[in-house]
Structures are given as structure tokens and as C-alpha cells.
């Protein structure tokens, strides 16, 4: 990244502010067993639904938990799966589709068609479907997420790819007898990283989202580990007498997805050349 994108992000002042709160989360998650200053699994019942105080700073839930301590580690939890799960659809989409893009021909319209066929379905609505025939858990929400995600981040990637490798550059490595892999490694995937990367970012809310909604109906992270969308799905039954048991994981999810969006937003004005040239006139 140049100094002259970064001098763009960080004059944005919502891009700057939600650069800090991601950074205050990423240290919580990397720190939790140090911050938290409970146990998040020990069940006290006869401190249940206990309000704000000295010894729980938030309170404790319908066990007897410390909301404050499940919310930290709730942190390592939803943004450590979400980070997994993109790395994984990025690597998966960059390999199939720079090689269907790339070889075209017979490959790729057999995968245009299978692109097709999943795309028929919403991706949710397939994470869904595969947790329903493998059942709850964190490894197989992980596998269900990048199975209902990558193709899409793949078709995209298909589509750059064949507009990369029609510039004049590549074609002058081919001409040259630069082999395929060289051309694939050193001049179309470092193209294709930069959107790549931006796309990421503004869909890593999503990915948050989904992966909450999922352990808010009961398919993804199981109890008592505590994420924050099993944490929502823990309290909806005291959502009329003890509201804010809902409202803390709740707004966690909120401000990072906002979060994401805006760096997202940002990083996506900094480096649209289109942006660039207007800003000139």
C-alpha cells in the first residue's frame, strides 16, 4: 500500500475510528485469556441475571456467566472463524479461478456451468443445507461457509483473470515463452490480489453475520462456547426481562461489521483509479 492510499484512508475520519476499534478487537481476541476477567464457562446460579457491579463490570447471564468475559472471548471466536473462512474462500477462488480464466476452453465453460448451478441457490440457504446433512459445530460451519461462498469470489476472480491476461504485457511474456506459471505467479495474481483484498474486506461482515445468524439458530457454534451469535440465541428468552443480555453481543456484532464496511468503502475509493482521475480535474 502507497503512501499516498494511506494518506487517503487515514484523512477519513470513520475510516481511521473503526481502524482502532478492529485493532482494540484483534487484542482482545489475541489477549482473551489474560483480559477476561472470569472464567466464561464457570456457571455460578446463584449470581444469575445479576445486574452491572464491582466483581461482573456487566453483568452475568441466565447461568450465572460473566458477560463481559464471554463477550472478549466471544471476539476470538466470531472474528478467528471469520478470518479462517475467508482466507480459505480467497485461496480456493484464486486457484480455481485464475486457472479456469487462464486455460479457458473446454475447463472453463465446465465451470461456468457448475458456477451456474450453485449460484441457483442463495449462499445461505446452502450453508443451510450442508449443516443440516453435517450437522452443528465449528468445523462444519468453517466447511459449510466456504462451500456456499467460494464460488462467487471465483467467478469473480475467473473474470479479471481474462482481462489481465489480454493486456499487452502478458501477452508480450507469452510471446517471449515466459511459462505459464511465471506469467500466472509474478504478473496476473499480483493484479488480482489488490480488488481481491478490497472484496475481502467489505464482505467480512457478511461472513460475521452469517456465521452469527447460523449460531443464532441453533447450526453453528454449539454452547457453552461463547460466541456472540449463540450468545443472542442463549438470551432471546429473557429479551423482555433482561433486554441487555441481548444488546451486548449484539452491538459487538454491529461495530464490527461497520467496521468492516467502512474500510472497506475506504480502501475501495483509494484505489478506484477512476476516483484518482476525478480528484485531478
Not at 502507497?2 to 478487537?25: A, D
Not at 482466507?87 to 486455460?103: C, D, H, P, Q, R
Not at 510471446?175 to 467489505?202: N, R
Amino acid at each position: 500500500m502507497n503512501s499516498v492510499v494511506l494518506k487517503k484512508l487515514m484523512n477519513n475520519k470513520l475510516t481511521l475510528i473503526s481502524c482502532i476499534m478492529l485493532v482494540l478487537m484483534l487484542v482482545l481476541a489475541l489477549f482473551a485469556p489474560w483480559l477476561t476477567p472470569h472464567d466464561p464457562n464457570f456457571v455460578s446460579l446463584e449470581h444469575k441475571l445479576e445486574g452491572p457491579s464491582s466483581t461482573y463490570l456487566l453483568g452475568t447471564d441466565h447461568l450465572g456467566r460473566d458477560i463481559l468475559s464471554r463477550l472478549i472471548y466471544g471476539t476470538q471466536i466470531s472474528l478467528g472463524i471469520s478470518f479462517i473462512v475467508m482466507v480459505l474462500i480467497i485461496l480456493i477462488s484464486v486457484v480455481i479461478g485464475t486457472f479456469s480464466g487462464y486455460i479457458g476452453g473446454v475447463i472453463d465453460r465446465i465451470f461456468m456451468r457448475f458456477c451456474d448451478l450453485l449460484m441457483a441457490f442463495p449462499s445461505l440457504i446452502l450453508s443451510l443445507a450442508l449443516l443440516g446433512i453435517l450437522g452443528p459445530g465449528m468445523v462444519n460451519v468453517i466447511f459449510a461457509m466456504v462451500m456456499s461462498y467460494w464460488i462467487w469470489y471465483a467467478r469473480w476472480i475467473r473474470g479479471m483473470v481474462i482481462t489481465a491476461k489480454q493486456q499487452n504485457f502478458i501477452q508480450a511474456a507469452r510471446i517471449a515463452g515466459t511459462p505459464s506459471y511465471k506469467i500466472i505467479l509474478f504478473h496476473i495474481i499480483p493484479t488480482i490480489l489488490p480488488p481481491t483484498i478490497v472484496l475481502a474486506t467489505l464482505n467480512l461482515g457478511s461472513i460475521i453475520l452469517s456465521i452469527s445468524g447460523l449460531s443464532f439458530l441453533g447450526l453453528g457454534i454449539q454452547p457453552p462456547t461463547p460466541e456472540w451469535g449463540a450468545m443472542l440465541n442463549d438470551s432471546k428468552q429473557f429479551l423482555k426481562s433482561n433486554p441487555m443480555l441481548m444488546l451486548y453481543p449484539g452491538v459487538c456484532i454491529m461495530l464490527v461489521v461497520m467496521a468492516f464496511n467502512f474500510i472497506g468503502d475506504a480502501l475501495r475509493d483509494a484505489l478506484d483509479p477512476r476516483q484518482e482521475r476525478i480528484e485531478v480535474k
